[in-house]
């Protein structure tokens, strides 16, 4: 099943950012390479690619199957993230959320904008601890807004 467009582009975004992110510490992870940083990055895009095709975000009933296929796509990136703990809290959340849809207790539509929301978090607590670090901005978790 298909993405919602406004959901499409957000994960891209999102992967964009990932992307970006990585190219621009690469140099800066000691033994990691801008090679082996390109590689992870793939692995990540194929594997979302593959929950998004297993798991419609439209189907309450996979949401906790969905957020724990995401979270192991998040984390083949974890070895070129300046703060995985950043990540975690936001796995944890997007898990916690997944459980309420699938509990009828939230809506699709209001998991997506939770889910944006603890984005938005993440990325300013990210932004935060780096201040005005090397990473030049950008965000690792960016919202689609």
Aim: hydrophobic share 40%.
């Amino acid at each position: 099943m298909r993405l919602p467009r406004y959901e499409a582009g957000a994960r891209a975004l999102a992967f964009a950012a990932l992307g970006l992110m990585i190219a621009s510490c690469a140099g800066q992870r000691g033994p990691m390479g801008e090679a082996e940083s390109k590689q992870l990055q793939d692995q990540s895009y194929a594997a979302a690619r593959k929950c998004d095709v297993t798991y419609s975000p439209n189907d309450a009933k996979v949401a906790v199957a969905r957020a724990k296929c995401h979270t192991e796509a998040w984390n083949i990136l974890r070895p070129t993230m300046p703060y995985p703990e950043v990540l975690d809290k936001l796995i944890a959340k997007r898990i916690e959320i997944g459980q309420k849809v699938q509990n009828g207790e939230m809506t699709v539509a209001q998991a997506s904008t939770a889910i944006e929301k603890a984005r938005a978090e993440a990325a300013t607590e990210e932004q935060q601890r780096r201040g005005a670090g090397p990473l030049g901005g950008i965000s690792l978790f960016p919202s689609s807004q």
